[in-house]
């Protein structure tokens, strides 16, 4: 009997207990989530909801791009489905900023962002005052965050460094040969072109047409190592042939009938080597050092934006982890092959290692100033071109 008495007693006293600890446990959750709920949070979060907010209320964002792979419509639109983007797509930076300008002296402001290479923004955009200061835009924290970007900082190529941001960047190959004539290791600085053997075998685009022989044209111009006596040299002693023609000139090398080209066109090349005919790009590093290309990897915020917080939203979307990844992913695919963001916290297994940026190297930049600098170069360039026999 004492036993069964005891027994109804412990039982009891557990009960109590446990109903006594549910009871505190169930109290302090309430006090944890309120306690949270009272937390204020973080100011990028506050500005970020209410962006969002009037973004979803504008209901759409127009982004003027050149070049651009057509996924950032779907993606955007997966992320933020109440804000419709509509891609305004032109064949050159020229053409579009000469519609996105047309459009404004008719007093009709449609564009909210302006994508393309970096000569429009600076010598069009700029000039007519048509671009917004870009550092107020940034919203996400891992945007700020200048560590997440090559060599630790924000690049913008405006004169104020404050409107036009690179998001991309690659090493420049400007320099491929007949692998049957030349080989890629006797090759270790821009000077080694300087060879007589090398006279009349020699063969490149034309500089004096917008793209990449110009930017191989201010390199030489502008590197301290090569300048105008290089300039001479190339241009002119060894009789450089030049072409206006992209596969003329690596039908001329796979041929034999040039030696090197400085530069081939990276698609013609790619092309050539699917055919397996003889012909290499030198993909080490000169001893002059590197040229970054940007490509059309420039945005630039407009002012005034029919729809200023939706170009937020799509600003932060775009240069975030996910945005570039995906930018760098889609744009390979499409056939840029050389599409290397300058977020250096993305994986870059699909850009080959040839265009990947390198911490360590010496590497040369055009900046606010190229317009001025390729005139003085092309003006040099035709000098030159006019004394040779």
């Known amino acids: 009997m004492v036993m069964k008495e005891t027994s109804g007693i412990c039982s009891m006293l557990m009960r109590k207990l446990l109903s006594n600890f549910s009871f ?60 419709r983007l509509n891609l305004v797509d032109g064949p050159s930076g020229p053409a579009l900023s000469s519609r996105l300008m047309a459009e404004r002296r008719a007093g009709k402001y449609q564009a909210d962002l302006y994508i393309a290479g970096q000569g429009t923004h600076v010598s069009v955009l700029y000039p007519a ?72 075998k020699i063969i490149g685009y034309d500089p004096s047409i917008a793209g990449v022989a110009r930017n191989v044209l201010w390199y030489l111009y502008m590197n301290k190592f090569l300048g105008t006596e290089f300039m001479s040299k190339l241009y002119g002693d060894m009789q450089l042939t030049l072409s206006r023609d992209h596969r003329q000139l690596v039908d001329w090398l796979a041929s034999g009938k040039a030696a090197i080209c400085v530069p ?11 055919q397996r005919l003889p012909v290499e790009s030198v993909t080490h590093t000169l001893k002059e050092g ?5 490509g059309q990897g420039v945005i630039s915020l407009i002012a005034p934006a029919p729809h ?11 240069l975030s982890r996910e945005g570039q990844t995906l930018y ?50 092309t003006k040099l360039l035709k000098a030159i071109l006019a004394k040779r026999p």
């Open 308 to 318: 200023p917080h939706a170009a937020q939203i799509f600003l932060n979307w775009f």
């Open 129 to 200: 005052k048509a671009l917004a200061p870009m550092p107020a835009a940034f919203l996400l924290p891992e945007v700020k965050d200048e560590s997440k970007w090559f060599k630790g900082k924000h690049r913008f190529v405006d004169p104020e460094t404050r409107h036009s941001f690179v998001f991309q960047g690659h090493r420049g190959l400007y320099i491929s040969f007949n692998t049957q004539q030349a080989r890629g290791e006797e090759i270790k600085s821009w000077w080694d072109l300087i060879n007589p053997k090398w006279k009349g």
């Open 264 to 274: 081939c066109d990276d698609a013609e090349l790619a092309s050539a080597k699917e």
């Open 24 to 83: 505190t446990l169930l109290h302090l959750l309430i006090a944890s989530a309120a306690a949270r709920a009272a937390e204020p949070r973080p100011a990028w979060q506050v500005e970020w909801e209410k962006t969002m907010s009037a973004a979803e209320a504008e209901g759409e964002v127009a982004v003027y791009v050149v070049d651009y792979p057509r996924f950032t419509v779907s993606q955007f639109q997966k992320a933020y489905p109440r804000i």
């Open 328 to 377: 760098q992913e889609h744009s390979v695919k499409s056939g840029q092959r050389n599409a290397n963001s300058r977020r250096t916290d993305i994986p870059k297994d699909v850009i080959a290692p040839e265009y990947r940026l390198k911490d360590d190297s010496v590497f040369w930049e055009n900046g606010p100033a190229v317009d001025q600098e390729t005139a003085e170069a």
């Open 290 to 294: 590197d040229y970054i290309a940007g």
